[in-house]
């Protein structure tokens, strides 16, 4: 290492779930190198590739150097650079206008999780400033594991339920239900854990469409599954318990209701079908005697850890299967255990570790004025992205029909934080003609991103190597991450809290901001336990010592007298009386198998036969990193399709191939492999949305095939659609 | 002394943390040149395939084939580590030559996009050892599926095994690996 090079700790959390330590060799205001973890002391939170590619994304020539005003037609890509003053003082006099025309519910803002930090955080600044003017649309709900979060917030009344990793090695057996760690991530050392499980001799199962690195890395078993019929197998499962008297009666009777109530249903005494192994064997495609083995070995295997993907839990009615999951963890006595799981979605945020949010929010008038939307759960609001009054999945179809399609308000003005949403909302195709409808968008960008080229206004952002700030990292060990301000901001990008308080100011918001951000990473710091502030930046970061792993749940199990579960009885609502409430059309009490749209059996098949699934890759987090040399040449872009469904098409690996239904239609080469279920095909979701001149998506965007159409409970159905594949 | 790579390859789910890495470390482009390289081998027919990744950086042979292939003299075998150098100077270039990259079975010898490019290749990070450090790959790899070290180090530690899925060992040249082979686990039914 040079004399006048410095190494410098920070924090890479970009939306996969982990937050893993990167090591930036800075020379001459340059950053040169990044190295990752080498902590001798603690597990070491190691870098993925993304991760380990920042330098070609911070310095990309396509880099966003000034702010950008669309001269032409949406979409068209048209842009002049102007002065930020030219760029703050349009946005100013438009979202006065706008309130002023329209009132304040026209103002919608979309912040998705692309960059995770508790200063220049997504949503809080910008909230501050609408909420500073009267209020704004703010929509409810994740696409990433909505249906996972109505069954949790149902079952055990919050969202809270991942276990830290490292109790994976408590696990007798694990079966990973449409999980794949290798690829998303979701925690830093998720397969890293996973892999010490089986060299100590756990057993692991995957079921799984597809076969992927993780199974073949991890599992000793893989079951394929159809696509959208999970719930099915663990119902049918739930059947086997019962029939052979495997369940663990004690713990449903004093943890659980509503047992008998599911009970009557696998049995057949609801509507005279018994959800046998028989009865799940054609709709799965999972054989009988397998169902029946998986649902033995799982009661047997004491503690065992059910980890259900969110993958599954993305299609049509995906909530009942992340509620048959947890029914089932309930059954075998695994909830509140080390070693078990609760059932619940694979990952979510760790109430683990505490600090403050920095400047206070006013309330939103907006929300306020409006009564609470029904199909929403009460409780809904008291966890992420849940306030709000307008489901996120309804928000294409409510800008473009507005107050006349019944929605609360007619939405003109759109900011976008951290966020593709052109790209990543379904069905690319309404999601353009709804941004079209919109008066003006603003998003936040690092690059010219699809959505970036729909929108009036692109104000170039730094990256967290160009600012100040402080996150946490929700990984397993969790960890406080100071980001200290590595490089100045590339070209005129400006820090987000930066340009927010320019526009506050112009908006005549006086006393939006008072500090520096420095003065407000003290500030958000002391609400944390870190006692020696000073000593925690000089290091860069600061794991938490913790006892054991985090089990949750284990306070209700060990004492359920004094810790109820939040539900409205106080127990594992196996029959949810929110649920009821609501009364929504198949959205039953009791978890149930719904055969879905866009299935096999749906009559569309006849015209779109095959089921698309849309996964991660391991070089893009969602969108982000898709357009980064040093990850693009490692795996092409390509749609997988199995042996025989190649052949019955024509179809030759590398062919490029037409993809297509009614909601539209993109070109991109077929990659025809042993590693899928026939029936199914597989197209990565985040690649670019590129139409050509006859709206054929040439990027191979996978929302282009996707519906915006909410499961009844929430989850976002974009596991579910029906395509069909030609030689292009 | 030998340098030597261990790869354990039950623990590799090819992320491709090591490809990165080592260009980012070593500053190469995207494009033909990669001094470590994963590829992913698939057998078998559906439902029951087979699925294993390779690492393949270069192995500094104990008697590398590279280096009497080289018309130029240009790759040389360090004498304190083994590790195996190219003075790029003295390299023909890819438009003359490539006969290095003929003779090696692992295809280690790199050659960038540029008109006549010049070898290059895994110095299995020697700046690194003289920090202390290991090379990048190994230091970065999040399952913990690489290590290095003297060979009979790693052959202390890890056993003989010198083939894996889609690595084969050549016993003329005797590359500087030790291996953890994944086998076929799956079970043809559940």
């Known amino acids: 290492m040079s004399e006048n090079e410095q190494v410098i700790t920070t924090l890479c959390a970009p939306h996969c779930g982990g937050g893993c330590l990167l090591k930036a060799h800075v020379k001459d205001g340059v950053i040169t190198r990044i190295e990752t ?70 103002i919608v803002h979309w912040v998705s999780g692309g960059d995770q930090a508790a200063l220049h955080d997504g949503w809080r600044r910008m909230s501050r400033i609408f909420c500073m003017l009267g209020g704004y649309t703010r929509p409810w709900g994740l696409h990433s594991y909505e249906g996972g979060i109505f069954a949790e917030l149902t079952c055990f009344g919050m969202g809270y339920t991942a276990h830290t990793r490292d109790d994976l090695l408590n696990s007798k057996l694990i079966i990973m239900w449409g999980w794949n760690p290798a690829a ?265 991103t699809p959505t970036a080229r729909y929108a009036d206004m692109v104000l170039p952002t730094t990256t967290f190597f160009e600012r100040t700030d402080v996150t946490m990292s929700a990984s397993c060990p969790v960890s406080y991450a100071y980001r200290r301000k590595i490089i100045e901001p590339v070209g005129e990008s400006r820090t987000p809290l930066d340009f927010a308080t320019d526009l506050a100011r112009r908006l005549g918001l006086a006393d939006y901001n008072d500090k520096t951000d420095e003065q407000w990473v003290d500030a958000i710091l002391q609400e944390s336990p870190l006692t020696d502030v000073a000593a925690f930046k000089r290091k860069g970061f600061h794991k938490i010592e913790l006892t054991g792993p985090s089990v949750p749940f284990r306070a209700q199990i060990e004492d359920p007298k004094k810790n109820p579960f939040y539900t409205p009885s106080g127990k594992i609502e196996i029959y949810s009386r929110m649920i009821a409430d609501l009364n929504l059309p198949n959205c039953p009490p009791i978890p149930k198998y719904i055969q879905p749209w866009e299935g096999r059996n749906d009559p569309l098949a006849e015209k779109y036969p095959l ?55 993109l070109i991109v080469p077929a990659k025809v492999v042993e590693t899928i279920m026939p029936g199914v095909v597989d197209l990565p979701q985040g690649a670019w949305y590129n139409p050509d001149e006859n709206g054929v998506d040439r990027g191979g965007c996978a929302n282009v095939l996707s519906l915006d159409r909410p499961s009844p409970g929430g989850a976002l159905p974009s596991n579910t659609a029906l395509v069909q594949v030609e030689k292009a | 002394m030998q340098l030597a790579f261990y790869f354990d390859q039950t623990r590799c789910t090819g992320c491709y943390t090591c490809v990165v890495a080592c260009k980012d470390w070593h500053d190469i482009p995207a494009g033909p040149a990669s001094w470590m390289r994963v590829e992913t081998i698939e057998r078998g027919k559906y439902p029951h395939p087979f699925m294993a990744f390779s690492c393949t950086p270069c192995y500094h042979c104990a008697e590398p084939a590279c280096v009497p292939a080289c018309p130029a003299n240009a790759i040389s075998k360090r004498e304190q580590d083994g590790i195996v150098v190219v003075d790029r100077d003295a390299c023909l270039g890819k438009d003359k030559c490539q006969l290095c990259l003929e003779a090696c079975p692992y295809r280690a010898p790199q050659f960038g996009a540029e008109d006549n490019a010049k070898m290059q290749k895994c110095d299995f990070c020697i700046d690194r050892w003289a920090e202390g450090k290991q090379p990048i790959c190994v230091a970065g790899c999040p399952m913990r599926a690489l290590d290095a070290g003297p060979i009979t180090k790693m052959e202390s530690r890890y056993g003989k095994v010198r083939e894996a899925e889609g690595i084969r060992y050549d016993e003329g040249l005797r590359p500087s690996l030790v291996c953890k082979p994944r086998r076929q686990v799956y079970l043809a039914s559940y």
């Not at chain 1, 939103?364 to 609001?381: A, E, I, S």
């Not at chain 1, 040093?630 to 490029?656: K, M, N, Q, V």
Request: glycine share 8%.
């Open chain 1, 611 to 665: 089921q698309l699934i849309t996964t991660h890759t391991k070089r893009r987090a969602h969108t982000q990193f898709d357009n980064i040399p040093w990850l693009r040449e490692l795996e092409p872009h390509a749609i997988s399709i199995s042996r025989t469904d190649a052949a019955a098409r024509g179809i030759r690996d590398g062919d490029r191939v037409r993809v297509f239904n009614d909601r539209g239609a």
């Open chain 1, 184 to 448: 998303t991530i979701q925690d830093t050392n998720t397969a890293w854990y996973l892999m010490q499980a089986r060299e100590r001799g756990t057993r692991i199962i995957s079921i799984d469409p597809r076969f992927t690195a993780s199974t073949s890395a991890f599992a000793h078993h893989w079951i394929p599954i159809r696509p959208g019929t999970d719930a099915a197998a663990l119902i049918a499962m739930a059947n086997v318990m019962v029939m052979e008297n495997l369940q663990d009666q004690a713990f449903l009777d004093r943890f659980t209701i509503g047992f008998d109530a599911f009970k009557n249903y696998i049995l057949g005494k609801e509507d005279g079908v018994a959800k046998t192994p028989e009865w799940a064997e054609p709709i799965t495609g999972m054989p009988a005697a397998t169902i029946r083995r998986l649902a033995q070995d799982y009661a047997a295997a004491k503690p065992a850890a059910l980890i259900a993907g969110i993958g599954p839990g993305r299609t049509a009615y995906g909530e009942q299967y992340h509620r048959a999951a947890i029914t089932l963890a309930a059954m075998t006595g695994n909830i509140g255990k080390s070693g078990g799981s609760c059932g619940g979605k694979s990952w979510g945020p760790h109430p683990l570790g505490k600090m403050g949010s920095g400047p206070k929010i006013p309330p939103n008038q907006v929300d306020d004025t409006v009564p609470h939307p029904p199909g929403k759960l009460p409780n809904r609001k008291y966890y992420i992205w849940g306030h709000g009054i307008i489901n996120v999945f309804r928000l294409t179809d409510a800008i473009i029909r507005g107050k006349a399609g019944g929605y609360p308000a007619d939405y003109k003005f759109l900011w976008i934080t951290n966020a593709n949403p052109l790209n990543q909302w379904p069905n690319t195709n309404k999601t353009v003609a709804a941004f079209n409808k919109l008066d003006f968008i603003v998003t936040e960008e690092h690059f010219m």
């Open chain 1, 37 to 106: 973890d080498d902590d001798t002391d603690n597990v070491q939170l190691r870098a993925c590739l993304r991760g380990r590619s920042w330098r070609q994304r911070i310095y990309h020539p396509d880099r966003l150097k000034h702010p950008m005003k669309r001269v032409g037609p949406r979409g068209s890509g048209q842009f002049e650079a102007i002065s930020w003053d030219e760029a703050l003082d349009t946005i100013a006099a438009e979202l006065r206008r706008v309130v002023q025309t329209y009132g304040p519910a026209a």
